[in-house]
């Protein structure tokens, strides 16, 4: 079955520690998504890529790195520039519009800072 | 920039009744999209109905429509009949249909459904 896969579900940062947030898709979408999700935020937008090794910010960038070597991967760095890195992450792909356009999420990885 | 507003935080309904969540939203594109995700507790994120813009029509998917008003650039979500397995987080979201604008969400809002 197609989907999107994030590993971690829980992991667990050090101050000072980087830590990469895993997220594969095996539905051939060429856009994919990272957002953080806080209590009483809603879902907000940190990168998204069109294309393979290419990428843009979204609203909450700073102290996120992503990179897109590959059409299925997109993984998340969280690095010791963010702050309150504490938050549940999503990944998610979108399909090409048409009769199924849709977004795709995975289910999520829980970073805890310790 | 695109905004989608849930002026509702929490929602609480008795089964087999009828509730509307409200969204709102921000936008000068004349071709975009609307969604309602449920998000329940497990926190996957579950496709409840999407709405195209140029369509007039409102959307409906078994238990759960959607009222469109483009000129009000409105767009909330009524369930019908429901069911304790609908008590979730809902968020409305939106893309643009220009360029590569990405999801944009509400903050959404807790259903609660009593038995």
């Known amino acids: 079955d197609g989907g999107i896969t994030q590993s971690p579900k829980y992991l667990f940062r050090k101050e000072g520690q980087n830590v990469t947030l895993s997220c594969e898709q095996n539905l051939n979408h060429d856009a994919m998504y990272w957002y953080r999700q806080d209590p009483g935020q809603g879902l907000r937008l940190i990168y998204y890529s069109q294309i393979v090794n290419d990428f843009q910010k979204g609203d909450i960038a700073e102290g996120y790195s992503v990179s897109r070597e590959k059409k299925e991967s997109f993984p998340l760095t969280v690095t010791s520039a963010q702050k309150n890195p504490t938050a549940f992450y999503l990944c998610?792909?979108?399909?090409?519009?048409?009769?199924?356009?849709?977004?795709?999420f995975g289910s999520g990885t829980r970073l805890t800072v310790v | 920039a695109q905004t989608v507003t849930q002026s509702q935080p929490e929602m609480s309904v008795q089964e087999a009744e009828t509730v509307t969540l409200s969204c709102t939203y921000d936008?000068?594109?004349?071709?975009?999209?609307l969604f309602w995700y449920k998000q329940p507790p497990s926190r996957q994120m579950i496709l409840v109905i999407r709405?195209?813009?140029?369509?007039?029509q409102n959307a409906t998917e078994n238990r759960f429509s959607v009222n469109f008003q483009k000129a009000a650039k409105s767009f909330s979500l009524k369930i019908s009949d429901s069911q304790l397995g609908d008590a979730a987080m809902y968020f409305c979201a939106y893309r643009g249909n220009s360029g590569n604008t990405p999801l944009v969400f509400g903050k959404g809002t807790r259903l609660s459904v009593i038995a």
């Open positions: 709405q195209e813009a140029y369509k007039q």
């Open positions: 936008t000068s594109e004349s071709d975009y999209y």
């Open positions: 998610a792909s979108r399909s090409a519009p048409g009769i199924n356009y849709g977004y795709t």
